[in-house]
């Protein structure tokens, strides 16, 4: 079932743009919704599936990624929460129960191909985040090593890069130092495992958070949201790879000429459609599994 905006008898946190968090006795539900947000701009279209696979796609690399660095998930299936029943078709499969930390105000991207914005900055200025790089790379080449390419992470309106000593003003150096190091270690672990999949990633973004003493990678990590997903075969064989994520959404708004700026357009059907199932099939690709035979296994 589809799932655009949530409402439990919890006290809710925040409403993002994506994710609807509640206060659980003492720990956060998070609720994956099934909204779509490019840009930064919310659309009023919800895209089905979608909230489960960040959900379950998360979790699938929260456990997996745990010798790098901990993480904040304690459920990615909690059955109930107080008084509030989760099992329902709706709701099972996009909550998960986690840790309450507090966020660093960062937003750690890793960069191993020039793509995005990224591409442009290189154009103009051929550095990215005050990172110089070398002459001659092409959009979509491959970079000599992963960049970390941190940004602001702002309430309202665009995130902003920022460079790395930036960073250290906003955290400190140790604290800036440890998010770099393990943003760029997840990347390396990540990409080397979905290349024997047939997957490239091509950059992807992490936030982390502090409990007491302890830094934890937090929110989401992984997904078609956070990260671009490019067929590898393609892409190693020179032709255009097509983008298993939710760039898919954001070259059509873009080939119809919207502003960025809001409202967000109506999305047409077959768009909606075919985003949800680029979603299903990236979970498939990188789990082995279908979405419904994870949600069947693990309930």
């Known amino acids: 079932m589809i799932l655009y905006s949530s409402d439990l008898s919890l006290p809710l946190l925040r409403r993002g743009k994506v994710r609807d968090v509640y206060e659980a006795d003492g720990s956060l539900l998070i609720v994956a919704t099934d909204r779509l947000s490019a840009f930064d701009v919310v659309f009023d279209q919800p895209i089905p599936q979608k909230g489960k696979v960040l959900t379950q796609l998360s979790a699938y690399w929260f456990e997996r990624t745990r010798h790098i660095v901990g993480n904040h998930m304690l459920s990615a299936l909690p059955e109930r929460v107080g008084n509030v029943e989760l099992t329902d078709d709706q709701l099972w499969g996009r909550c998960m129960l986690c840790r309450k930390a507090t966020p660093l105000p ?12 990224a591409w442009r900055d290189y154009e103009q200025t051929r550095t990215v985040s005050g990172i110089r790089l070398p002459e001659g790379l092409r959009r979509r080449e491959k970079l000599p090593v992963p960049i970390f390419t941190p940004t602001t992470k702002a309430e309202t309106g665009h995130d902003l890069p920022i460079s790395f000593e930036q960073v250290v003003e906003l955290v400190g150096h140790e604290t800036a130092e440890f998010i770099r190091l393990k943003s760029l270690e997840l990347y390396q672990f990540v990409h080397d495992e979905l290349l024997g999949k047939g997957i490239l990633i091509s950059d992807t973004k992490f936030e982390f958070g502090r409990v007491e003493d302890t830094i934890l990678l937090i929110d989401e990590v992984f997904t078609p949201d956070s990260s671009r997903f490019w067929d590898a ?13 939710k760039q898919f959404v954001r070259d059509y708004v873009e080939s119809i000429g919207w502003n960025k700026q809001p409202p967000a357009p109506t999305l047409p059907e077959h768009v909606v459609q075919e985003t949800s199932k680029r979603y299903l099939q990236i979970f498939q690709k990188i789990t082995g599994k279908s979405l419904e035979e994870t949600l069947g296994e693990r309930g």
């Not at 960062?106 to 914005?117: A, D, K, Q």
């Not at 020179?238 to 994520?245: C, F, I, R, T």
């Open 106 to 117: 960062v937003e750690c991207i890793v960069r191993g191909y020039l793509e995005g914005s």
């Open 233 to 245: 075969e393609s892409y190693l064989s020179g032709k255009d790879s097509p983008s298993l994520d």
